[in-house]
């Protein structure tokens, strides 16, 4: 693994994640989180300290990346529920069929390069009635920004991990076997084809 993915693009991706436009999206969805979490993509732990500690009895922080679960560790030492971390990609989750409550998944969508199998197994190991708490960029509905995002895309996926500009969010979560039921979209503060913001709860169908 070199420098760039092990020590700059975790700290690089922390501190666009840690801004406060996107910590202001996160503080709106995470606290629905409820039960036994499973959060896909946890990165470097920015959701951590806004679980409702009243609510969560257990987090599984799953992330392909070692340098990103590292940095979540030191967050994870702070709660004051049980985090437990794996360390796999969203496509192979190594839970049991309708083990947890709820699946939390924010700015991670983008990056999963197979999103209809991670979905499919976020889907089995949720319980039944248990939900998918989303909040994610994508696709902008504007034609002009979304050229944009079109044209970017290849060099942003290669600089940022695999992260794509240009996906639709609600249809990659549909096609993944999920109904949404709630859902907001909107341009956060920031950038116009990175700040297209998808944000809601799903279940499955
Ligand atoms: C932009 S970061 C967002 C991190 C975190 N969810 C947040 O909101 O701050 C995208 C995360 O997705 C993770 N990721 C990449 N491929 C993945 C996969 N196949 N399954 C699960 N997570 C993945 C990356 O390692 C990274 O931590």
Not at 8 to 27: F, T
Not at 73 to 100: K, M, Q, T, Y
Request: glycine fraction near 10%; aromatic fraction near 8%; proline fraction near 6%.
């Amino acid at each position: 693994m070199g420098l760039y993915s092990s020590y700059i693009l975790p700290r690089a991706v922390h501190l666009a994640c840690g801004s406060k436009p996107v910590m202001r999206q996160r503080k709106k969805v995470v606290p629905y989180a409820r039960g036994c979490v499973l959060e896909v993509g946890i990165g470097t732990g920015l959701n951590l300290p806004y679980y409702d500690t009243t609510r969560v009895s257990k987090v599984w922080g799953l992330d392909p990346e070692p340098a990103m679960i590292r940095m979540a560790h030191r967050v994870a030492d702070s709660v004051p529920f049980e985090v437990d971390f794996i360390g796999l990609s969203g496509a192979e989750i190594p839970l049991e069929d309708n083990s947890v409550d709820t699946v939390v998944m924010t700015y991670t969508l983008c990056t999963i390069a197979d999103t209809f199998t991670a979905l499919l197994q976020m889907r089995r190991v949720l319980r039944p009635g248990g939900e998918l708490i989303f909040c994610e960029h994508g696709a902008a509905p504007d034609a002009s920004v979304r050229r944009w995002q079109d044209r970017i895309n290849p060099i942003w996926k290669r600089l940022g991990g695999g992260c794509h500009l240009n996906r639709v969010i609600p249809a990659e979560i549909e096609a993944g076997g999920f109904r949404i039921k709630s859902m907001d979209s909107m341009y956060i503060a920031g950038w116009r084809p990175v700040s297209f913001n998808y944000r809601g709860v799903a279940v499955s169908r």
